[in-house]
């Protein structure tokens, strides 16, 4: 049996492997607090029970690890009947040579590429690059453009802490939604979009946590100068490209294991009040639009002050949607908690994430038509 990291958004230390039990743990790197992301590869495991424990801190979510035996294309969670504590035991498949685990379902620059070599030739999809990291690697951004003059501008930005990777799913859920579906056709009239995927590329392609990194997080690079390359091209582009009809700033994120504020979808209340009044009215549009399979309650928004959501948490620095919702023009910058595994009791997972993106799509056609006071209906 081998164990490695060594493919885009590997992560772990194998301290020990003895027989059919291996101790290991998460490597934090340069992040100054405790996370959780890990993912490795086993090879030559076929057909064998393995006991996997990881040994420093916590680091298996509430539906257990996720398995992928197709080179970490999809994934499915192994659920919490292998689980004890802090440790797992897998029964490699007989039929897969090659088995990746992760604390989640990884999504790649791989993942995007192949969604864009798709969606990439729609004629309203243009893709770009904002920048290149330190490491070289390319950060990609798309413009979806507006069928005729944009009344509305809607930037969104995911990976601001590179293992937040769910988030990702809900994002090519949107925009697939909103490039075919005959419903978005009111947001393809009205609206331009700029979309970065991944905002710390570097740390989703190393397998990084990005989560408090030393010496600033991504998600606290608004402030003074960014220290990021990434983050400095979005602070110079966005506000160029916005030019008076920058409305709407969304920034997606995953938030912690388990427990409250970490099993349902919600906004991050901003501290500005008449962000956090827009806020609410995009939570109570997107609770009466969502179906799909991940529930979202309004009630669940969590208003400035409360639990993390305190000016502690962001001594660090100024966040994306901060950064933006401080522009005049800006009608609504917030942030979106998107879980990891359990929304309101429901399975989060590439499928439900990405129809979760679809009712996000179609909440923001209804805010931004209950703004121009057109009837929702
Ligand atoms: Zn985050």
Same mark, same amino acid.
């Given at each position: 049996?081998?164990?490695?990291?060594?493919?885009?958004?590997?992560?772990?230390?194998?301290?020990?492997?003895?027989?059919?039990?291996?101790?290991?743990?998460?490597?934090?790197?340069?992040?100054?607090?405790?996370?959780?992301?890990?993912?490795?590869?086993?090879?030559? /495991?076929?057909?064998?029970?393995? #006991?996997?424990?990881?040994?420093? %801190?916590? =680091?298996?979510?509430? +539906?257990?690890? @996720?398995?992928?035996?197709?080179?970490?294309?999809?994934?499915?969670?192994?659920?919490?009947?292998?689980?004890?504590?802090?440790?797992?035991?897998?029964?490699?498949?007989?039929?897969?040579?090659?088995?990746?685990?992760?604390?989640?379902?990884?999504?790649?620059?791989?993942?995007?590429?192949?969604?864009?070599?798709?969606?990439?030739?729609?004629?309203?999809?243009?893709?770009?690059?904002?920048?290149?990291?330190?490491?070289?690697?390319?950060?990609?951004?798309?413009?979806?453009?507006?069928?005729?003059?944009?009344?509305?501008?809607?930037?969104?930005?995911?990976?601001?802490?590179?293992?937040?990777?769910?988030?990702?799913? /809900?994002?090519?859920?949107?925009? #697939?939604?909103?490039?075919?579906? %005959?419903? =978005?056709?009111?947001? +393809?009239?009205? @609206?331009?979009?700029?979309?970065?995927?991944?905002?710390?590329?570097?740390?989703?392609?190393?397998?990084?946590?990005?989560?408090?990194?030393?010496?600033?997080?991504?998600?606290?690079?608004?402030?003074?100068?960014?220290?990021?390359?990434?983050?400095?091209?979005?602070?110079?582009?966005?506000?160029?490209?916005?030019?008076?009809?920058?409305?709407?700033?969304?920034?997606?994120?995953?938030?912690?294991?388990?427990?409250?504020?970490?099993?349902?979808?919600?906004?991050?209340?901003?501290?500005?009040?008449?962000?956090?009044?827009?806020?609410?009215?995009?939570?109570?549009?997107?609770?009466?639009?969502?179906?799909?399979?991940?529930?979202?309650?309004?009630?669940?928004?969590?208003?400035?002050?409360?639990?993390?959501?305190?000016?502690?948490?962001?001594?660090?620095?100024?966040?994306?949607?901060?950064?933006?919702?401080?522009?005049?023009?800006?009608?609504?910058?917030?942030?979106?908690?998107?879980?990891?595994?359990?929304?309101?009791?429901?399975?989060?997972?590439?499928?439900?994430?990405?129809?979760?993106?679809?009712?996000?799509?179609?909440?923001?056609?209804?805010?931004?038509?209950?703004?121009?006071?057109?009837?929702?209906?």
């Amino acid at each position: 049996m081998q164990i490695d990291s060594k493919f885009p958004g590997g992560n772990i230390v194998v301290e020990s492997v003895t027989a059919d039990d291996v101790r290991l743990h998460q490597e934090l790197r340069d992040t100054g607090i405790d996370w959780f992301y890990w993912c490795f590869r086993v090879r030559g /495991a076929a057909r064998r029970s393995v #006991r996997f424990t990881f040994t420093k %801190s916590r =680091a298996i979510g509430v +539906r257990g690890p @996720a398995m992928s035996i197709d080179g970490g294309l999809t994934w499915t969670w192994l659920g919490l009947d292998i689980v004890d504590g802090n440790s797992f035991c897998c029964t490699f498949p007989a039929n897969a040579p090659e088995v990746m685990l992760g604390f989640a379902m990884p999504y790649q620059e791989s993942h995007w590429r192949r969604f864009m070599a798709v969606e990439g030739k729609h004629p309203a999809v243009v893709q770009d690059t904002l920048c290149i990291t330190p490491k070289g690697r390319a950060v990609e951004y798309v413009i979806i453009r507006c069928e005729t003059s944009p009344v509305h501008r809607i930037a969104i930005t995911c990976r601001h802490h590179c293992c937040e990777m769910m988030a990702n799913y /809900a994002l090519e859920g949107m925009i #697939r939604w909103l490039l075919h579906d %005959s419903e =978005a056709r009111w947001l +393809r009239k009205k @609206a331009e979009f700029l979309i970065v995927p991944f905002v710390d590329k570097d740390g989703v392609e190393d397998g990084d946590q990005g989560k408090g990194r030393q010496p600033r997080d991504h998600g606290r690079d608004y402030e003074g100068e960014s220290i990021y390359a990434s983050t400095k091209a979005i602070r110079q582009m966005i506000p160029r490209w916005g030019d008076g009809r920058l409305h709407i700033g969304l920034d997606l994120h995953c938030p912690h294991i388990s427990g409250p504020n970490n099993e349902v979808i919600y906004l991050v209340g901003s501290a500005h009040d008449r962000i956090a009044r827009e806020q609410k009215r995009l939570s109570e549009v997107l609770e009466s639009v969502a179906d799909g399979p991940l529930p979202f309650s309004a009630s669940d928004f969590l208003p400035f002050g409360e639990a993390w959501n305190t000016g502690k948490n962001y001594s660090g620095g100024k966040g994306f949607s901060r950064w933006i919702a401080e522009m005049d023009d800006v009608m609504l910058g917030t942030g979106i908690e998107i879980p990891y595994a359990n929304a309101g009791g429901a399975e989060v997972n590439a499928v439900s994430a990405r129809r979760f993106g679809t009712d996000l799509g179609r909440s923001l056609a209804g805010y931004l038509r209950s703004s121009d006071g057109i009837d929702t209906d």
